[in-house]
């Protein structure tokens, strides 16, 4: 028994790793969207600049996330929305928040921003301590504001490429990189640590599901909304979810770099009188 | 040789100070009406448009009059389509912009609903080109939630001022709609037609909640 427990314990970021490797090369080769024929430069580009090579597979894995989430996650959050109080909320997001400090520091000081992992060293600090395991935001109200980073982020910083859109199972919107990222940061995480080490494998589990419940609370509006005015709300998901990954990955300082519409017939048309593009062409 | 590079130097010179005595006036009335435009509009918007207590159509009546004098709707809609707008016909972009102004307002206006008691403060203008300007601005939430980063992208000619895009803590109003819309154009073999059906679709939909 205690060869197995050792086994075990040693044997368990590895199998998950490899359970993750086993799942995206099976999605992989699921299925594929057909490139449109080279004949066509600009529906060649428009196919590179969607990236989504995976598309059918990607779909149906979202259609399953979104039962699922329809079934368990979105009511769950709805009702703990609905009827925990809201100090109670403020206090579990705090916790959570606070226990991201070690990986969030590990992956500020990975992408050179020392002043930024003083911040989050700090925020730990204080929060452990007189916030009382991180219950009580006690940075925050002393003006030291937290931030986010994570080792996609880093990944990114560091020269590497997105890759492919990719939708997980249960995870939902990323790409090979922030993949990469998500099993990294579990890994290094000190609390999953311990928890491996002494063979808590409940304690993972149960912070990720309250971390999706928590993370769902705050987005139910935000997800009705999109689900309702999009068109094809998998591609607006796909859209937003690299849009705010840039914007992470920058620390909030790249966006308006993007295209944009341009008002192009302002000059001769001083009433800005736009239904004249109609005729213009 | 030496003339040359003089005449080089004293003509880049020459462009630098009329860049220099120019760019910045135009750049600063630019910045300032555009962070003006910005204010006056969030004010107008959370105060006329976020009562809960109209009935909806009126709201939506008064929403779509906001909107079309405030957003280059038409510029927005031709950027949505990229470059599939050349391959639309003119009756079939009437028809577009009018059902793309209908989503737009039908599935704002209950959001605008939600924006009562918040307040927004410009961080920070910046040029963008000489007709335009992004305002950069956060929103402050009642109850002390983390206020929330929205730019906004303005056009003008000088008097009129146009927002092109709205940018939420990094999410671009435009290029989403550009991926959705796209997507299904492509779902449809190209063809807008199919868009301006799912359209109908769903504006009729929105509408009638």
């Not at chain 1, 070690?102 to 992956?107: G, L, R």
């Not at chain 1, 609390?191 to 409940?202: D, G, H, I, M, V």
């Not at chain 1, 944009?260 to 213009?280: F, K």
Request: hydrophobic share 40%.
């Amino acid at each position: 028994m205690v060869k197995i427990g050792i086994m075990q314990k040693r044997m368990t970021p590895v199998i998950r790793l490899r359970a993750v490797s086993f799942l995206i090369a099976l999605l992989m080769v699921a299925g594929c969207a057909s490139a449109p024929a080279p004949s066509d430069p600009e529906a060649v580009a428009e196919f590179l600049q969607v990236n989504d090579p995976m598309e059918p597979t990607n779909r149906a894995v979202f259609s399953v996330n979104r039962t699922l989430d329809s079934a368990i996650l979105k009511p769950t959050a709805t009702v703990y929305r609905d009827f925990a109080p809201e100090f109670l909320r403020t206090r579990i997001s705090n916790v959570l928040n606070n226990l991201r400090g070690p990986v969030i520091f590990a992956n500020d000081l990975l992408q050179g921003e020392f002043a930024r992992g003083v911040v989050t060293f700090l925020r730990f600090m204080i929060n452990s301590t007189i916030g009382l395991a991180g219950i009580n935001d006690m940075a925050t109200a002393l003006e030291i504001e937290g931030h986010d980073e994570d080792f996609g982020q880093t990944l990114a910083v560091w020269g590497f490429e997105e890759g492919p859109f990719l939708m997980l199972p249960l995870f939902g919107p990323s790409n090979p990189r922030d993949t990469v990222g998500l099993v990294v940061d579990f890994l290094i995480d000190p609390l999953n640590l311990w928890a491996s080490n002494t063979e808590r494998e409940f304690v993972p589990w149960a912070r990720t599901g309250v971390a999706a419940v928590d993370l769902r609370s705050n987005n139910l509006e935000v997800l009705d909304d999109l689900e309702k005015s999009s068109l094809d709300f998998y591609a607006a998901i796909r859209s937003l979810y690299r849009q705010r990954r840039q914007d992470a990955i920058s620390n909030g300082q790249g966006s308006a770099t993007f295209p944009a519409p341009s008002i192009g017939q302002i000059q001769d048309n001083p009433v800005l009188e736009e239904t004249d593009e109609l005729s213009r062409r | 040789m030496l003339k040359r590079r003089d005449f080089i130097a004293a003509f880049s010179g020459a462009v630098l100070l009329a860049l220099g005595v120019t760019a910045p006036a135009s750049a600063t009335d630019l910045e300032g009406g555009s962070e003006a435009f910005v204010k006056s509009l969030a004010e107008k918007a959370i105060n006329s448009l976020a009562s809960k207590d109209a009935e909806r159509a009126e709201r939506i009546q008064r929403f779509r009059e906001m909107f079309t004098e405030n957003f280059a709707v038409n510029s927005i809609g031709k950027f949505v389509l990229g470059r599939y707008w050349k391959k639309t016909s003119d009756d079939e972009r009437k028809e577009y912009l009018s059902l793309f102004e209908d989503l737009m307002v039908v599935s704002y206006v209950d959001r605008f609903a939600q924006y009562a008691g918040e307040s927004l403060k410009v961080t920070k203008t910046r040029g963008e080109n000489k007709n335009t300007a992004t305002v950069f601005s956060e929103i402050e939430r009642p109850g002390g939630a983390k206020a929330i980063r929205v730019n906004w992208r303005v056009g003008t000619n000088g008097t009129i001022y146009k927002i092109l895009d709205v940018v939420v803590e990094g999410t671009s109003m435009s290029n989403t709609l550009r991926s959705d819309f796209g997507s299904i154009i492509r779902k449809n073999g190209g063809k807008v037609a199919g868009l301006i059906v799912e359209l109908r679709i769903k504006t009729t939909a929105l509408k009638s909640e």
